[in-house]
């Protein structure tokens, strides 16, 4: 804005504001001044207009240090004539306490006697009390002779009488303590009829406490706005400085704070000194944070640091000692006001917005102050004047209304700009997640497959990289995977498969999955809900990721206690509760935790694994089965998540027969395509326990399976199927996972502990396909994992592959057991293809290739030449080798192999000799330790034989052990010392040699002479 066109709005606006008041001003009666002489003012010269007030100036009797309201004791008391307006005499300077009386004798005409008429006793330091002709008219105090009887008290009032007698005397006490100043009557009294000064009073106070109700209204409004959420500092500064100004408009004029409250003279003083002066430190710091960018420099720093010093000096100081510097007030109002007016000047050329409001509304202040200032010299009796503040406050409340509606066009912009940034960032997210997928999975499959084919060959730190690696993998999959649940449940692309879901069997199976991913916190995991609560109406896939979610969280955030899951039914609703025993949750937490990425212990979240939208998925997720998420949670008492489904109705027929869903094959073709009708690629024969607890998915799966030839056995539950396996001849379990008493993940786990994983293989079903729903199942011992809704050709695929296994391990084992039993102990094939078959749990092509790499194993190791004396040393070495190398991969850091001397020398050994000295050194020596230990292989050559031993530095074995090692076979041990032993002095006469010392290892050694041929005869 120009200066010229600002200099004349505020020209034009300061002169309607004189205009308004002295328009006002033609309402109010200007008092007439007339002057005593001598203590008489003789008013019988003319009447009194009925309308007219009149100034009791000039000098009026005074009689020092005394306290007289009559007549009859003036005669002998010492007087003295004085101005009535200022300051009284002291008399004696040394008095504790000084008071005296003014007197005034006023002659009326007889025309005006016998009506009524009001005083007016303006502010008198700092007592005083009223007497007209002896009569008691009224007071503010108690002016007293004695200082115990004196109750200071300094605000003005009326007093109202009717004139009966043409002369009146007027007595005024008044009392001052010295500390408080001198004493003196403020401003002038005033005579008038009752009625005019009544009105004149009225208006006096209606227009205080009008201007002072709008400033209280707008100190409340901000400081609701404040409160309800708009936390800007200058609304709370701005609310103090109203609130402020509007102790300051009661405080002056007509006093009206200290009618309201009786306080002492000196606590009246200190009140009004720290008024004024909160005023404008309030100010200065309204204007601060208002416009910072012109009110906080240091010259501003300096003068609200300066008001504040002045303001603790107006609290902490007697009253004597203030007014000993009372004129430090009026630099204080002064030198602030002119330098906020010439900033403010400064900050409207500048053009900053609406500022103009801001120049109007100090304009309007000023027209105040100006007319304080030029009152006395116009009017005798000063008026209260309302306008110029109460256009001073609009004004400002103006410029704060267009600063808000700016702000709202702005916030509406900004948010439009919000909304589509954030759509692009969901995209982005989305996007990014989906090409993350993908190479995650690769380093995942990468990762494990390195970690179980190459454990052996790489050190124990690389390994747990490894190891390392594979969690921080999974961690990421379950983040991507809420990431992208985040993204379609704002999308509104999630679609729910409503149908009635068996409660119990879902807890069930959640809380199983949860106690394998616990990571050893001694945490009980306890289900409340029985198995005849009623089904609940929701997505079963989607119910159970809302479980599954509120109970990791709770796993997170608990280190020891309980987790607990319970529900109840209320009307025809369930309730469903995930309560825990961890440490609780801040109230400023509850409030935003169901927000996305929005964290309680963010260090803790995220060392768990998590990003805050566990929650916010669960809160969307239950919303759309229309039903609402509560927590209910105190520090150090734990939290409960709270939420509601629908109670289903009579499940219907179709619904029944559709859980499972068996999809069909495309065709006739594909299906001979996939599965020749060859019966040599048939398996055999086979017994297969399929469990559920739903009769109709029993029978479809009885359907699908048995035209494949097997035998098919069904359960119902958990511990049905267990009563079953009593028989060992099973060849394949398919378990449903969400079986209420027991799911599929504990009844694997109970079948691993009685049968291994090709003696027994275990296939399980479930709806849910996610990272953590895979991984508990193959952590609690499952072969293969299958998700519904299931595909015929599918199922039957990984079932003949499960049983073809199974049985070809079983013939396997049953062809080579009576040899096995003469050469090598049995629990080693069994472990042996145990690890084969954990190692290919996830990847069929990959089992395949493994398993065919073992039977190469077998045959290398255990061919026909194997029955002869004697084969070529590095025929054994390379069956050595293969066992070592399926040894290391079972048992990683625990076993490590050192190969000494000579592999390569022409000499012949007995089969199987070195290995069956490495797996006694194994099984015997170093397993025997927690820690495992080192194997080592040493193979010296000299010039007549050859010295093999095997050294480890295991637990050792006690004199008595070694003496007797080779005295008898041990039936049922399999090959061992007394075998090998016999063979060796069979051939060259001298056997094993043992060298052994508790806790500290074991060498066994045998020579094998130079050119050892046996001859054709005996190899």
């Keep these: 804005m120009k200066k010229t066109k600002l200099f004349l709005y505020i020209t034009i606006f300061f002169i309607v504001l004189a205009c308004i008041r002295l328009f006002w001003l033609t309402f109010h009666v200007i008092p007439d001044e007339r002057y005593a002489n001598d203590g008489v003012l003789d008013l019988r010269s003319e009447n009194m207009p009925s309308d007219d007030v009149i100034t009791l100036s000039g000098d009026w009797s005074f009689y020092p240090n005394q306290l007289l309201h009559q007549t009859e004791d003036l005669e002998s008391s010492e007087k003295r004539y004085q101005s009535v307006q200022g300051e009284w005499e002291k008399g004696n300077e040394q008095a504790s306490l000084q008071y005296g009386t003014y007197h005034l004798r006023l002659l009326l005409n007889e025309a005006d006697t016998e009506k009524p008429y009001g005083i007016r006793i303006p502010s008198i330091r700092s007592a005083s009390h009223v007497y007209l002709n002896g009569k008691s008219l009224g007071q503010a105090g108690v002016p007293a002779a004695d200082q115990s009887d004196f109750i200071s008290r300094n605000v003005p009032y009326y007093v109202y009488f009717y004139a009966d007698t043409e002369e009146i005397d007027l007595f005024i006490q008044v009392a001052n303590l010295p500390d408080t100043g001198p004493g003196s009557v403020e401003q002038h009294i005033t005579l008038g009829h009752m009625d005019v000064l009544k009105r004149e009073e009225l208006i006096s106070l209606i227009s205080e406490i009008m201007v002072a109700v709008v400033f209280l209204i707008h100190s409340l409004y901000a400081g609701l706005i404040y409160l309800l959420g708009i936390r800007q500092k200058e609304l709370i500064f701005f609310m103090l400085l109203t609130l402020h100004a509007t102790l300051m408009i009661l405080a002056s004029d007509s006093k009206l704070l200290y009618v309201f409250l009786s306080v002492p003279y000196d606590w009246q003083m200190k009140m009004t000194y720290y ?553 080693f094939l069994f472990n042996t293809l145990n690890t084969i078959l954990a190692l290919m749990e996830y990847d069929q092509q990959k089992m395949r290739a493994v398993f065919e790499a073992f039977i190469d194993y077998l045959q290398s190791g255990f061919d026909f030449e194997n029955s002869k004396q004697a084969i070529p040393l590095q025929q054994e070495l390379a069956v050595v080798r293969s066992y070592l190398f399926i040894e290391q991969a079972r048992f990683g850091d625990r076993l490590n192999v050192i190969w000494e001397g000579e592999e390569e020398i022409e000499v012949d050994v007995p089969p199987l000799s070195i290995q069956t000295l490495v797996e006694n050194a194994l099984n015997h020596g170093i397993l025997k330790q927690a820690e495992g230990g080192t194997i080592r292989l040493a193979i010296i050559r000299d010039e007549q034989e050859v010295t093999i031993s095997i050294s480890d530095d295991g637990v050792g074995m006690p004199a008595e052990i070694t003496r007797g090692a080779f005295t008898q076979a041990k039936p049922g041990k399999g090959v061992g010392l007394y075998n090998t032993d016999r063979r060796l002095k069979q051939l060259y006469g001298h056997g094993l040699v043992i060298q052994s010392t508790a806790n500290k290892g074991t060498t066994v050694s045998f020579r094998v002479p130079l050119q050892n041929t046996v001859g054709p005869g005996k190899r």
């Excluded at 304080?372 to 609009?394: C, E, G």
């Design 275 to 827: 008024i004024y002066s909160a005023v404008m430190l309030f100010l200065l710091l309204y204007f601060k944070y208002l416009i910072p960018d012109y009110m906080n420099n240091r010259l501003f720093r300096l003068m609200r640091l300066g008001c504040l010093v002045y303001l603790t000096f107006i609290i902490l100081a007697p009253v004597s000692m203030i007014l000993s510097v009372k004129s430090l007030l009026l630099l204080v109002l002064l030198i602030p006001s002119l330098i906020i007016t010439i900033q403010l000047i400064r900050v409207t050329f500048h053009g900053m917005a609406d500022s103009v409001y801001i120049m109007l509304g100090v304009t309007a202040v000023t027209s105040n102050v100006v007319w304080l200032v030029l009152s006395p010299r116009i009017t005798p009796v000063y008026v209260f004047y309302p306008f110029d503040l109460l256009f001073a406050i609009i004004i400002f409340c103006i410029f704060w209304f267009k600063r808000y509606f700016r702000n709202v066009e702005r916030t509406k912009l900004l948010s439009e700009r919000l909304k589509w940034a954030n759509k692009k960032k969901d995209e982005f997210l989305a996007n990014t997640s989906h090409e993350l997928r993908n190479p995650l999975h690769g380093i995942v499959n990468i990762a494990e497959h390195v970690l179980k084919t190459e454990r052996a060959a790489i050190r124990a730190e690389s390994r747990h990289d490894l190891e390392l690696l594979l969690t921080v993998g999974r961690r990421m999959e379950l983040l991507i995977n809420d990431l992208l649940d985040m993204t379609q449940l704002k999308e509104n692309q999630i679609r729910l498969q409503l149908k009635p879901v068996d409660l119990s069997a879902v807890v069930k199976g959640v809380l199983d999955m949860l106690r394998f991913m616990a990571a050893g916190k001694p945490i009980r995991f306890i289900s409340k809900v029985t198995g005849d609560f009623p089904a609940v109406k929701a997505d079963e896939n989607r119910l159970l990721q809302i479980l599954f979610n509120l109970a990791h969280n709770a796993v997170k955030y608990t280190e020891n206690g309980s987790i607990t899951i319970h529900a109840s039914v209320v009307g025809t609703k369930a309730y469903i509760s995930v309560s825990d025993t961890g440490p609780g949750i801040d109230e400023d937490v509850q409030k935003r935790m169901f927000e996305p990425y929005e964290q309680g212990d963010p260090g803790k979240a995220a060392s768990a694994g998590g990003i805050g939208l566990g929650l916010a998925i669960c809160k969307e997720l239950v919303e759309l089965h229309g039903g609402e998420l509560t927590v209910t949670s105190s520090k150090g008492n734990g939290s409960s998540f709270t939420f509601f489904l629908p109670i289903a109705d009579e499940i219907p027929e179709s619904l029944e027969q559709n859980e499972l869903f068996i999809e069909p094959e495309q065709s006739g073709a594909s299906i001979h395509a996939s599965e020749p009708a060859n019966e040599e690629n048939l398996p055999a024969v086979a017994n297969i326990l399929i469990v559920d607890d739903d009769p109709v998915n029993l029978h479809i799966m009885d359907k699908t399976i048995s035209a494949e030839h097997y035998a098919i056995t069904t359960a119902l539950s958990g511990e049905e199927a267990l009563e079953k396996l009593t028989d060992p001849n099973w060849d394949l379990v398919i378990s449903d996972v969400m079986m209420p008493q027991m799911s599929g993940y504990e009844l694997t786990e109970i079948i691993r502990k009685r049968f291994t994983i090709s003696e027994l293989p275990v296939l399980l079903l479930t709806a849910r396909n996610r990272p953590e729903d895979i991984y508990t199942g193959f952590q609690s011992g499952a072969n293969d994992y299958i998700t519904k809704p299931v595909n015929s050709l599918e199922l039957r695929a990984r079932v003949r592959t499960l049983v073809h296994i199974k049985q070809t391990t079983s013939e396997h084992l049953r062809m080579e057991a009576a040899w096995l039993q003469a050469q090598i102990q049995p629990h």
